[in-house]
């Protein structure tokens, strides 16, 4: 953390100097006037300069596990349920908290709090940390009176949001592992083995069957052409990610991503589970219909859907109601829309977003497990492909060298 150097006076009428740590000149007279001072002068010391930029790098590289940020709400839910004030339920957890960006988070907040701002105006300015829905659900407990029920459900959010993305990463890591493991197999075959016993085969006089020939051929073209392969890789994933950064490639990417078979029915089913969570929680929360859809489209997580979204939005603005936009919305299944329906003639939308959510949760689980299932078959067929490739390639022409020293 920077170190500042500083003057003021003190409650004596004394001039008084010295250094203080904090993120910024604002932050340390901040703390200063809490302290009873009436800072005169405040500025950075350049000697520590350079290592509160390596120390500020360092913290914006260090994650925030969705376990700690759940923690750290669930804490802060139950001491505002036990009636501590804000400033002290502030100050215990930035002592409480481990990771630094949230301490420190915590402690700019706190500032923030004693300066006067509203604790929604404080969380807003942290938006990198914590989610727009996240500062939106403050935002609604604080003007409705209700936040500790807010916070609730915002830790109901959390901790559903973090289920549903670990049960898929626990999925698709064991694939992951394989694919991994089967290129490293396929290069180390290709690039160590297979030019040994080519050698041996030539030597011999052997003629090289297809298989051997396509493998050599693919050893000499990566050891050849190794660079522009290298140029070629490094290429695409820069023009990748710059593309995915546009509006139109996000777009591309997620309308791609739900095409996939298997994986598309999965993630769809996955944001129509938090599309009803989400939905149904914000009005139970009483945050309005065009507000909520606004929140939707910046937190569901695929720009394809968002999009979907917004014009949901556009279509209400002009008195359509709910479930006819989304009726001719791409990705909205008809259970969703048949829910929703029926939720908006009998008053109980929120209800039924919240069967909805139930229903999609259960179908997440199953798509995981059945994503499972079929991986494993999928991955044997590859093992199999690459090893039989390498037995032909070898076995076949040792097969011939055997018959001719017979």
Same mark, same amino acid.
């Given at each position: %953390?920077?170190?500042?150097?500083?003057? *003021?006076?003190?409650?004596?009428? !004394?001039?008084?100097?010295?250094?203080?740590?904090?993120?910024?000149?604002?932050?340390?007279?901040?703390?200063?006037?809490?302290?009873?001072?009436?800072?005169?002068?405040?500025?950075?010391?350049?000697?520590?300069?350079?290592?509160?930029?390596?120390?500020?790098?360092?913290?914006?590289?260090?994650?925030?596990?969705?376990?700690?940020?759940?923690?750290?709400?669930?804490?802060?839910?139950?001491?505002?349920?036990?009636?501590? !004030?804000?400033?002290?339920?502030? &100050?215990?957890?930035?002592?409480?908290?481990?990771?630094?960006?949230?301490?420190?988070?915590?402690?700019?907040?706190? =500032? #923030?709090?004693?300066?006067?701002?509203?604790?929604?105006?404080?969380?807003?300015?942290?938006?990198?940390?914590?989610?727009?829905?996240?500062?939106? %659900?403050?935002?609604?407990?604080?003007?409705?009176?209700?936040?500790?029920?807010?916070?609730?459900?915002?830790?109901?959010?959390?901790?559903?949001?973090?289920?549903?993305?670990?049960?898929?990463?626990?999925?698709?890591?064991?694939?992951?592992?394989?694919?991994?493991? =089967?290129?490293?197999?396929?290069?180390?075959?290709?690039?160590?083995?297979?030019?040994?016993?080519?050698?041996?085969?030539?030597?011999?006089?052997?003629?090289?069957?297809?298989?051997?020939?396509?493998?050599?051929?693919?050893?000499?073209?990566?050891? $050849?052409?190794?660079?522009?392969?290298?140029?070629?890789?490094?290429?695409?994933?820069?023009?990748?990610?710059?593309?995915?950064?546009?509006?139109? +490639?996000?777009?591309?990417? &997620?309308?791609?991503?739900?095409?996939?078979?298997? =994986?598309?029915?999965?993630?769809?089913?996955?944001?129509?589970?938090?599309?009803?969570?989400?939905?149904?929680?914000?009005?139970?929360?009483?945050?309005?219909?065009?507000?909520?859809? &606004?929140?939707?489209?910046?937190?569901?997580? $695929?720009?394809?859907?968002?999009?979907?979204?917004?014009?949901?939005?556009?279509?209400?603005?002009?008195?359509?109601?709910? !479930?006819?936009?989304?009726? !001719?919305?791409?990705?909205?299944?008809?259970?969703?829309?048949?829910?929703? *329906?029926? +939720?908006?003639?009998?008053?109980?939308?929120?209800?039924?977003?919240?069967?909805?959510?139930?229903?999609? &949760? #259960?179908?997440?689980?199953?798509?995981?497990?059945?994503?499972?299932?079929?991986? +494993?078959?999928?991955?044997?067929?590859?093992?199999?492909?690459?090893? +039989?490739?390498?037995?032909?390639?070898?076995?076949?022409?040792?097969?011939?060298?055997?018959?001719?020293?017979?």
């Amino acid at each position: %953390m920077p170190t500042f150097s500083y003057r *003021a006076i003190n409650q004596n009428g !004394s001039v008084v100097s010295g250094v203080i740590e904090a993120d910024n000149v604002e932050s340390a007279s901040l703390m200063l006037s809490s302290q009873g001072f009436i800072p005169s002068k405040v500025e950075e010391d350049r000697a520590s300069g350079l290592n509160a930029l390596m120390e500020q790098i360092k913290l914006t590289l260090t994650p925030i596990k969705p376990e700690e940020l759940i923690l750290m709400t669930k804490q802060f839910r139950t001491m505002l349920a036990a009636g501590l !004030s804000m400033v002290q339920i502030l &100050d215990i957890l930035e002592h409480q908290v481990q990771n630094m960006r949230l301490k420190n988070m915590l402690a700019a907040i706190l =500032l #923030d709090i004693k300066g006067g701002k509203s604790l929604t105006e404080a969380f807003r300015r942290h938006e990198k940390i914590l989610s727009p829905l996240y500062v939106s %659900m403050v935002n609604a407990g604080e003007t409705s009176g209700s936040l500790p029920e807010v916070l609730e459900r915002l830790v109901y959010l959390l901790e559903h949001e973090h289920k549903v993305k670990s049960d898929i990463k626990s999925a698709l890591q064991y694939p992951k592992i394989v694919v991994g493991a =089967l290129v490293i197999a396929f290069f180390i075959l290709l690039t160590f083995v297979i030019p040994t016993f080519v050698t041996i085969f030539e030597g011999a006089g052997i003629e090289l069957p297809l298989p051997t020939k396509i493998a050599l051929a693919l050893y000499y073209f990566l050891s $050849n052409y190794w660079y522009i392969l290298l140029v070629a890789l490094v290429g695409f994933i820069v023009l990748y990610r710059w593309y995915v950064k546009t509006p139109a +490639g996000r777009l591309f990417r &997620d309308g791609l991503v739900l095409k996939i078979p298997v =994986l598309g029915s999965l993630f769809q089913r996955a944001a129509m589970a938090r599309f009803a969570s989400i939905f149904s929680i914000l009005q139970t929360s009483g945050i309005p219909v065009l507000l909520s859809l &606004d929140m939707l489209a910046g937190t569901i997580g $695929n720009e394809a859907i968002a999009s979907e979204f917004r014009r949901v939005r556009t279509l209400l603005e002009e008195g359509r109601g709910i !479930s006819s936009p989304l009726r !001719s919305a791409k990705y909205f299944t008809p259970m969703v829309v048949d829910m929703v *329906a029926v +939720g908006e003639e009998t008053g109980a939308l929120d209800e039924m977003l919240r069967q909805v959510a139930v229903h999609y &949760d #259960d179908e997440v689980e199953y798509a995981v497990k059945r994503l499972s299932d079929a991986i +494993g078959p999928a991955l044997i067929v590859c093992l199999a492909f690459v090893v +039989g490739f390498f037995a032909l390639a070898i076995f076949l022409p040792l097969w011939d060298l055997t018959q001719m020293v017979r």
